[in-house]
């Protein structure tokens, strides 16, 4: 079983910058890639970043370029940092990672982001 606890959400004002962590306890060896996604009201929840063993990363075209994703196996945690937001951005920020082989997902409780002036 894995447990995974987000932190680092808020209220910031627009143009700022916020950094989320996600810690992976429990039977961690068998995890791989770690996601974060967002789900703002009324919206289907959407892939914002996904970072690979390797530390290869992807990102959503909305957030590209303002988001980075990045991971300290050490640690189990992964971190999303998130700058020039915007009130777009507001959602609940939930970490996402899958068990190999069978690719079971888990997921966190999620983090209220707010872009706000």
């Known amino acids: 079983q894995v447990q995974l606890e987000e932190s680092g959400g808020g209220l910031v004002q627009p143009g700022g910058s916020l950094m989320l962590s996600c810690r992976a306890s429990?039977?961690?060896?068998?995890?791989?890639?770690m996601a974060w996604y967002r789900q703002a009201p009324g919206s289907r929840r959407e892939l914002v970043a996904t970072?690979?063993?390797?530390?290869?990363?992807m990102y959503s075209d909305s957030v590209k370029g303002r988001f980075t994703i990045s991971r300290d196996n050490a640690k189990n945690t992964a971190y999303l940092r998130m700058t020039s937001l915007k009130p777009e951005d507001t959602a609940v920020y939930f970490c996402?990672?899958?068990?190999?082989?069978?690719?079971?997902?888990?997921w966190g409780q999620g983090t209220q982001v707010t872009v706000s002036t």
């Open positions: 970072i690979s063993n390797f530390d290869s990363t």
């Open positions: 429990g039977t961690t060896d068998t995890l791989t890639r």
């Open positions: 996402n990672t899958k068990r190999s082989p069978d690719g079971y997902e888990y």
